[in-house]
C-alpha cells in the first residue's frame, strides 16, 4: 500500500488549500474480475492503451495496463447497443481497459453497470473512446452496492469533426468513487456532455475530475454534477474548461450543485475556466447548502411529510440528469437512490 496523488488540477492554486489534488492509499488490485458483455459481436479480447490516455495518476494507468484489455470495434454506418457489467462477489477487485473505436457515422448506445453485495475491494477500470468523423456514443453508468469497494473509474474520449458524446452516470455504490475524465474535442463542431448524480452517505469519498479541451472550431462542451451528502460524506469536485487558441466559435458550461444533508458534509467546488482564444464563450457555477427552509415548508403546508418534502426537492435536482439515461437503468437509479437516502431517515 502506497499513498499516491490522483486528479491533479492542470492549473494549480495555492498549497495551503489542499484541493490541488487528493492523496490515495493504493494498491494494485492482486486479481481481476472477468465482466460480462450483452454482445460479443464487436468485441475482441486485447488490445493496449495510446500513449496519450490520461488517467487519475501514473500508478492507477500502470495498473490498468497490468489488467486485462478488451477492444470494442463499431464499423462505419453502424448502430449497436452493447452492456457492459461487472459483478462484485466476495471480494471485487478489477484491473483492465476496453478501448472503443467507432468508425465513421457510427452509433454506439453503452451502458456500464458496476454492482454487487460486497465489502471488500478494488476496481481500476479505464476506457479510451476513439470517435471518427460524426460518431455519436451515448454512455449510461449505474454503480450500486459495493459498500466496501473502492472504484477507480477513468475515461479518455478523442472526438474528430462533427462527433458526440454523451456520458451520464449515477454514482450510487462504492466506499470512494474516483472518477478522472479527459475529453478532447478535436474536431470542428464536436460536442461531449459529462453529467452525474450521486448520494454521499456515512463517510463515503467522492472525488470527481472532468477536464475538456476545445480545439476543433465551434466545439461545445458540458459539465454537470447535482447530488445530495449526508452524514460525514465528502465530496471534490474539480472541472477544467479549456478553450485553446484556433477554437473559435466554441461554448462551454459546467455546474456543480450539492445538497448538504447534514453539517458534518464537506463539500469542495473547483469550476475552472482556461482560455487562450478571445472568440469563444464559457460558464460555470456551483452551488452547495442545506435544503431552503420555504420550498419544505411549503411543500409539507400541501401535505407532504418532512421527509417526502427533503426528497422531493433532491429528486427535482437530479431527475433531468436520470431522464436523459438510458431507459432500461433508470428505474433501478431511482430505486437505489429512494432506498439510500430513505436508509438515513431524512
Same mark, same amino acid.
Given at each position: 500500500?502506497?499513498?499516491?496523488? &490522483?486528479?491533479?488540477?492542470?492549473?494549480?492554486?495555492?498549497?495551503?488549500?489542499?484541493?490541488?489534488?487528493?492523496?490515495?492509499?493504493?494498491?494494485?488490485?492482486?486479481?481481476? *474480475?472477468?465482466?460480462?458483455?450483452?454482445?460479443?459481436?464487436?468485441?475482441?479480447?486485447?488490445?493496449?492503451?495510446?500513449?496519450?490516455?490520461?488517467?487519475?495518476?501514473?500508478?492507477?494507468?500502470?495498473?490498468?495496463?497490468?489488467?486485462? @484489455?478488451?477492444?470494442?470495434?463499431?464499423?462505419?454506418?453502424?448502430?449497436? %447497443?452493447?452492456?457492459?457489467t461487472?459483478?462484485?462477489?466476495?471480494?471485487?477487485?478489477?484491473?483492465?481497459?476496453?478501448?472503443? @473505436? #467507432?468508425?465513421?457515422?457510427? +452509433?454506439?448506445?453503452?451502458?456500464? &453497470? #458496476?454492482?454487487?453485495?460486497t465489502?471488500?475491494?478494488?476496481? !481500476? /477500470?479505464?476506457?479510451?473512446?476513439?470517435?471518427?468523423?460524426?460518431?455519436?456514443?451515448?454512455? +449510461?453508468?449505474?454503480?450500486? *452496492? #459495493?459498500?466496501?469497494?473502492?472504484?477507480?473509474?477513468?475515461?479518455?474520449?478523442?472526438?474528430?469533426?462533427?462527433?458526440?458524446?454523451d456520458? +451520464?452516470?449515477?454514482e450510487?455504490?462504492?466506499?470512494?468513487?474516483?472518477?478522472?475524465?479527459? *475529453?478532447?474535442?478535436?474536431?470542428?463542431?464536436?460536442?461531449?456532455?459529462?453529467?452525474? !448524480?450521486?448520494?454521499?452517505?456515512?463517510?463515503?469519498?467522492?472525488?470527481?475530475?472532468? @477536464?475538456?479541451?476545445?480545439?476543433?472550431?465551434?466545439?461545445?462542451?458540458?459539465? =454537470?454534477?447535482?447530488?445530495? #451528502?449526508?452524514?460525514?460524506?465528502?465530496?471534490i469536485?474539480r472541472?477544467?474548461?479549456?478553450?485553446?487558441?484556433?477554437?473559435s466559435?466554441?461554448?462551454?458550461?459546467?455546474? =456543480?450543485?450539492?445538497?448538504?444533508? +447534514?453539517?458534518?458534509?464537506?463539500?469542495?467546488?473547483l469550476?475552472?475556466?482556461?482560455?487562450?482564444?478571445?472568440? !469563444?464563450?464559457?460558464?460555470? /457555477?456551483?452551488? /452547495?447548502?442545506?435544503?431552503? /427552509?420555504?420550498?419544505?415548508?411549503?411543500?409539507?403546508?400541501?401535505?407532504?411529510?418532512? %421527509?417526502?418534502?427533503r426528497?422531493? !426537492? &433532491?429528486?427535482?435536482l &437530479?431527475?433531468?440528469?436520470?431522464?436523459?439515461?438510458?431507459?432500461?437503468?433508470?428505474?433501478?437509479?431511482i430505486?437505489?437512490?429512494?432506498?439510500?437516502?430513505?436508509?438515513?431517515?431524512?
Amino acid at each position: 500500500m502506497e499513498e499516491i496523488r &490522483i486528479n491533479r488540477l492542470p492549473l494549480l492554486t495555492y498549497r495551503y488549500l489542499h484541493t490541488n489534488d487528493t492523496p490515495v492509499s493504493f494498491e494494485a488490485p492482486k486479481r481481476g *474480475g472477468e465482466p460480462h458483455f450483452s454482445d460479443l459481436s464487436y468485441v475482441k479480447e486485447g488490445g493496449t492503451l495510446p500513449a496519450d490516455f490520461k488517467g487519475a495518476s501514473e500508478e492507477t494507468v500502470k495498473a490498468l495496463k497490468q489488467g486485462s @484489455h478488451y477492444t470494442i470495434t463499431i464499423p462505419a454506418e453502424t448502430k449497436a %447497443e452493447l452492456t457492459i457489467t461487472l459483478s462484485g462477489k466476495g471480494q471485487a477487485d478489477f484491473a483492465g481497459s476496453f478501448l472503443f @473505436h #467507432l468508425g465513421k457515422e457510427s +452509433s454506439l448506445n453503452l451502458i456500464w &453497470i #458496476l454492482q454487487g453485495k460486497t465489502e471488500k475491494g478494488t476496481c !481500476v /477500470a479505464g476506457a479510451y473512446y476513439d470517435l471518427a468523423e460524426n460518431a455519436n456514443l451515448k454512455v +449510461s453508468r449505474l454503480e450500486s *452496492g #459495493l459498500s466496501g469497494v473502492e472504484i477507480f473509474d477513468q475515461r479518455h474520449a478523442v472526438l474528430a469533426r462533427g462527433a458526440r458524446a454523451d456520458f +451520464s452516470a449515477a454514482e450510487l455504490g462504492g466506499e470512494n468513487i474516483y472518477v478522472h475524465s479527459y *475529453g478532447l474535442l478535436a474536431g470542428d463542431h464536436s460536442a461531449m456532455t459529462e453529467k452525474a !448524480v450521486y448520494a454521499g452517505t456515512k463517510k463515503q469519498h467522492l472525488d470527481f475530475f472532468y @477536464h475538456i479541451d476545445h480545439v476543433g472550431k465551434k466545439t461545445h462542451a458540458e459539465i =454537470d454534477v447535482k447530488g445530495a #451528502l449526508d452524514d460525514d460524506s465528502k465530496k471534490i469536485f474539480r472541472g477544467t474548461l479549456n478553450f485553446k487558441k484556433g477554437c473559435s466559435g466554441s461554448v462551454g458550461d459546467e455546474g =456543480d450543485y450539492a445538497i448538504q444533508l +447534514s453539517p458534518k458534509t464537506k463539500n469542495i467546488s473547483l469550476p475552472l475556466l482556461l482560455c487562450t482564444e478571445d472568440d !469563444v464563450q464559457g460558464n460555470h /457555477a456551483s452551488s /452547495a447548502g442545506q435544503l431552503d /427552509a420555504n420550498t419544505i415548508y411549503f411543500l409539507m403546508s400541501r401535505g407532504f411529510s418532512l %421527509e417526502e418534502a427533503r426528497r422531493i !426537492v &433532491i429528486e427535482a435536482l &437530479i431527475r433531468p440528469i436520470i431522464d436523459g439515461m438510458d431507459s432500461s437503468v433508470r428505474d433501478e437509479i431511482i430505486t437505489e437512490l429512494r432506498q439510500k437516502l430513505d436508509s438515513k431517515e431524512l
